[in-house]
């Protein structure tokens, strides 16, 4: 099944108070944990969509396809359409947020072996029974992928799929950066 990586990457990071995506963790920006991670499987497709120019380039830099995404403004939805869009071979998209650092390579296997067994039609993360990113959705919801208005991701389609396979991640893996100090708490100090 061709799989294609989609890192929407425009948000304005009001709570955090800076681009948190270029923020220094560690020694590298905090997008750069994302983009490895996905490098880390064989998808067939690698897209970062940011209204950034820093971000694209740093997504360039570690061969990524990059669009620019010139309506922000109207929330996560413009960055999925832009991204499925220009994704339309693939059989399935899978979404994970540039704020999510710890994400590894088994979750998107994971992920991936449940889309591809045919038993499900949509994957994603779960912590404690509630459902996080990244997700995975076949390309029969294509449609409503496109149709998605205003702050609502792949999630939002997600939560009306009938076959869904979850797939338990510790803590770390399903934290993400929405403010200053989430650098600060014990999960983020590795």
Same mark, same amino acid.
């Given at each position: 099944m061709?799989?294609?990586?989609?890192?929407?990457?425009?948000?304005?990071a009001?709570r955090?108070?800076q681009?948190?995506?270029?923020?220094?963790?560690?020694?590298?920006?905090?997008?750069?944990?994302?983009?490895e991670?996905?490098?880390?499987?064989?998808?067939?497709?690698?897209?970062?969509?940011s209204?950034?120019?820093?971000?694209?380039a740093?997504?360039?830099?570690?061969?990524?396809?990059?669009?620019?995404?010139?309506?922000?403004?109207?929330?996560?939805s413009?960055?999925?359409r832009?991204?499925?869009?220009?994704?339309?071979?693939?059989?399935?998209?899978?979404? !994970?947020p &540039? /704020?999510?650092?710890?994400?590894s390579?088994?979750?998107l %296997? #994971?992920l991936?072996?449940?889309? $591809?067994?045919?038993?499900?039609?949509?994957?994603?993360?779960?912590?404690?029974?509630?459902?996080?990113?990244?997700?995975?959705?076949?390309?029969r919801?294509?449609?409503?992928l496109?149709? !998605?208005t &205003? /702050?609502?991701g792949?999630?939002?389609?997600?939560?009306g %799929? #009938?076959?869904?396979?979850?797939? $338990?991640?510790?803590?770390?893996?399903?934290m993400?950066?929405?403010?200053?100090?989430d650098?600060?708490?014990?999960?983020?100090?590795?």
């Amino acid at each position: 099944m061709r799989i294609a990586l989609i890192i929407p990457a425009s948000g304005f990071a009001k709570r955090f108070g800076q681009n948190k995506l270029l923020f220094e963790y560690n020694g590298k920006p905090l997008l750069q944990y994302a983009l490895e991670a996905g490098l880390t499987f064989p998808f067939h497709r690698r897209v970062l969509v940011s209204q950034y120019e820093s971000v694209r380039a740093l997504g360039r830099s570690l061969g990524y396809d990059c669009l620019d995404n010139p309506d922000a403004a109207s929330g996560l939805s413009a960055s999925i359409r832009i991204g499925v869009g220009a994704c339309g071979d693939c059989g399935a998209y899978m979404f !994970l947020p &540039g /704020d999510q650092p710890f994400v590894s390579r088994e979750t998107l %296997a #994971k992920l991936a072996a449940a889309l $591809e067994s045919g038993d499900y039609d949509a994957a994603c993360a779960s912590r404690g029974g509630e459902k996080v990113s990244p997700t995975l959705l076949s390309a029969r919801y294509k449609a409503e992928l496109l149709a !998605l208005t &205003g /702050d609502k991701g792949g999630k939002a389609v997600l939560l009306g %799929a #009938k076959r869904v396979f979850e797939c $338990e991640v510790p803590e770390d893996e399903a934290m993400d950066v929405d403010c200053a100090g989430d650098v600060d708490t014990s999960w983020f100090k590795r």
